[in-house]
């Protein structure tokens, strides 16, 4: 079964330090990749996505993403972290034979930015 | 990017009652749209999917009879949360698109309180 695990519940790093969310997906073939970002309240944005090409992906708000298919993973990373990174972040993924668009997301990681 | 707006924002009703919630794509149009169900500190938990023009399909362990929806209009999706119950409390998001490179855009959520 297609499944998401982001293993970091909850993260905290200073500021201006850099960042690395993990993500882990099983799926039979190579799927889309998102990141999404959520601040309390709101719904989400899209920080990037993975298709094809490329497996470095950059994103909005300096975020970047690194598609490793021998590791099934997807981890997410900013060089320098803004107190206003902090947030929820999801990784999610989507079927690429177009199974009407779905989306299963991982778990979540909140992070917290300390000053 | 495209724009989806969800409205209430926020409600807050009486046990039993009936609540509606809209969701538009307001500058593209949307075949598919999606409604998610997200406790708090959890992750967006897909309830169904809405196609215009065609019955929504519902993920298993969902309540179809409980949680109407309906997809009259190619911008405009509604979830119709039936005789709800404080369990139905919740934040409830939706998103537009998807279908093809799988890229959703999501709406800002609405609270829902049920006394």
């Known amino acids: 079964a297609q499944s998401v695990t982001q293993p970091d519940i909850h993260i905290t790093v200073s500021e201006g330090a850099s960042l690395e969310l993990r993500c882990n997906y099983s799926?039979?073939?190579?799927?889309?990749l998102f990141w999404y970002v959520q601040s309390p309240g709101q719904g989400l944005q899209l920080l990037l996505k993975?298709?094809?090409?490329?497996?470095l992906v950059q994103g909005i708000k300096g975020f970047e993403a690194e598609f490793k298919r021998s590791q099934s993973s997807f981890n997410l990373r900013k060089p320098s972290v803004h107190w206003s990174d902090a947030a929820e972040y999801f990784c999610?993924?989507?079927?690429?034979?177009?199974?009407?668009?779905?989306?299963?997301f991982g778990q979540g990681t909140e992070l917290s930015v300390k000053p | 990017g495209a724009v989806v707006s969800q409205h209430p924002s926020w409600v807050i009703c009486k046990s039993g009652t009936s609540v509606k919630i809209e969701c538009r794509s307001l500058?593209?149009?949307?075949?598919?749209m999606f409604w998610y169900r997200q406790f708090p500190k959890q992750s967006l938990m897909l309830m169904a999917t809405?196609?215009?023009?065609?019955?929504?399909?519902?993920e298993q362990g969902v309540e179809k009879d409980k949680f109407l929806i309906n997809h009259a209009s190619l911008t405009l999706s509604t979830l119709t949360v039936t005789s709800a119950h404080p369990e139905d409390s919740s934040f409830y998001i939706c998103?537009?698109?998807?279908?093809?490179?799988?890229?959703?855009?999501f709406g800002p959520g609405t609270r829902l309180t049920v006394l």
């Open positions: 998103s537009a698109g998807g279908v093809g490179n799988n890229e959703q855009f």
């Open positions: 799926y039979g073939a190579t799927p889309y």
């Open positions: 993975y298709f094809s090409g490329d497996t």
């Open positions: 999610a993924v989507g079927a690429r034979n177009n199974q009407g668009g779905k989306l299963i």
């Open positions: 500058d593209f149009q949307a075949t598919t």
């Open positions: 809405s196609n215009e023009g065609s019955k929504a399909t519902y």
